[in-house]
């Protein structure tokens, strides 16, 4: 089975400044997706990024990317020009690739929540 | 269009009372999933949906636990005789089986308190 890990319950970082919620895996096989999801009080699931185990190249997605090191099985999050707004719960979730037509369920971390301040 | 729906959004029950807890998918989304939010153990994937099957349902934690689908949209999970450990925020999410990553996208979730 496949476990995801989150060190940090809580982190804070300063408005505009940048932050990185660390994330590692354990898992035996070779294709699979990674992803960061963001959980603001409203409890709505929010994806803010995914990561393709099979690409090389880290994802962005405008002030989030991803440090994806796949031999050490890390998945870090980048939150740069943090804004009040990114204040959340930010979850990693694995997801196998599963057999084409089919899908698979995420497996989550416990979670890291930021705080942003002014 | 519409995202995800569930409801109600918080449903307060009695130790013994059964619950149900509706799911609408977005229009299309043959995938759906359940998944519970409780402080103790995180997130946890209950039952997987393709169509009107579940051919994974490995997650519910007790016989108590059932959900069901109908014309391959609207799903519905049943808790019997509720116990207050059951008491979690329920997630419902729902993607595509054609695609590069079948993202799943969520619903606000149903907060059930048992008392």
């Known amino acids: 089975a496949q476990t995801v890990t989150q060190s940090q319950p809580e982190m804070s970082v300063q408005e505009a400044e940048t932050v990185t919620l660390s994330c590692t895996y354990d898992?035996?096989?070779?294709?699979?997706?990674l992803f960061w999801y963001k959980q603001p009080p409203s409890r709505q699931m929010i994806l803010v990024i995914r990561?393709?185990?099979?690409?090389?190249q880290n994802a962005t997605e405008n002030r989030f990317s991803v440090n994806f090191q796949k031999a050490a099985k890390s998945f870090s999050l980048k939150i740069s020009d943090s804004q009040l707004g990114d204040a959340a719960m930010y979850f990693c979730?694995?997801?196998?690739?599963?057999?084409?037509?089919?899908?698979?369920?995420?497996?989550f971390g416990t979670g890291t929540r930021l705080q942003v301040t002014l | 269009g519409a995202g995800v729906s569930q409801s109600p959004s918080n449903k307060v029950t009695e130790k013994g009372k059964d619950v149900e807890l509706r799911c609408d998918p977005i229009?299309?989304?043959?995938?759906l999933y359940w998944y519970r939010q409780s402080l103790g153990q995180g997130l946890e994937f209950l039952i997987y949906?393709?169509?009107?099957?579940?051919?994974?349902k490995s997650g519910l934690p007790s016989d108590r636990f059932s959900a069901e689908r109908t014309g391959g949209s609207v799903s519905t999970l049943t808790i019997q005789r509720t116990q207050q450990e059951d008491s979690a925020v329920y997630l419902c999410?729902?993607?595509?089986?054609?695609?590069?990553?079948?993202?799943?996208?969520f619903g606000p979730g149903t907060r059930l308190t048992v008392t």
């Open positions: 990561q393709e185990a099979y690409k090389q």
């Open positions: 949906f393709q169509g009107n099957s579940a051919p994974d």
């Open positions: 229009s299309g989304h043959t995938a």
């Open positions: 999410a729902s993607s595509l089986v054609r695609g590069s990553t079948y993202e799943q996208y």
């Open positions: 979730a694995y997801r196998s690739a599963g057999w084409s037509g089919t899908a698979s369920k995420l497996t």
């Open positions: 898992t035996s096989e070779s294709d699979y997706y």
